[in-house]
């Protein structure tokens, strides 16, 4: 059993930045490919960025430039550096491991409680 905490969430102005980070205890390995998901107020969770375990990333249209994926194996952690933060960037951000391929992939594990981000002046 996976166990997901995100972390490193808060109140940042436009253009700002923020590191959020995400540990992971249980049978996760280093080949598992791993996801940042958020959901805004009334919208659908949405797929932002993920890293294959042989380190291939893959980011949103609304992110790609901006946001970026990091893992630290020993650690068990993954981490969403994310600059230049706007308004619509607002939402809590979940991980979660991935299953799949090219342009269909599904979370496999239970959702932690995520973090929340707020971008606002």
């Known amino acids: 059993q996976v166990q997901l905490v995100e972390s490193g969430g808060g109140l940042v102005q436009p253009g700002g930045s923020l590191r959020l980070s995400c540990a992971a205890s249980?049978?996760?390995?280093?080949?598992?490919?791993m996801g940042w998901y958020r959901q805004a107020p009334g919208k659908e969770r949405e797929l932002v960025a993920l890293?294959?375990?042989?380190?291939?990333?893959s980011y949103a249209d609304s992110v790609k430039g901006r946001f970026s994926i990091s893992r630290d194996n020993a650690k068990k952690t993954v981490y969403l550096q994310m600059d230049s933060l706007k308004p619509e960037d607002t939402a809590v951000y979940y991980c979660?491991?991935?299953?799949?391929?090219?342009?269909?992939?599904?979370?496999?594990?239970?959702w932690g409680q995520g973090t929340q981000v707020t971008v606002s002046s």
């Open positions: 249980g049978i996760i390995t280093s080949i598992n490919t």
């Open positions: 890293l294959t375990g042989g380190g291939s990333t």
């Open positions: 979660n491991r991935l299953l799949g391929g090219g342009s269909r992939w599904i979370p496999i594990d239970s």
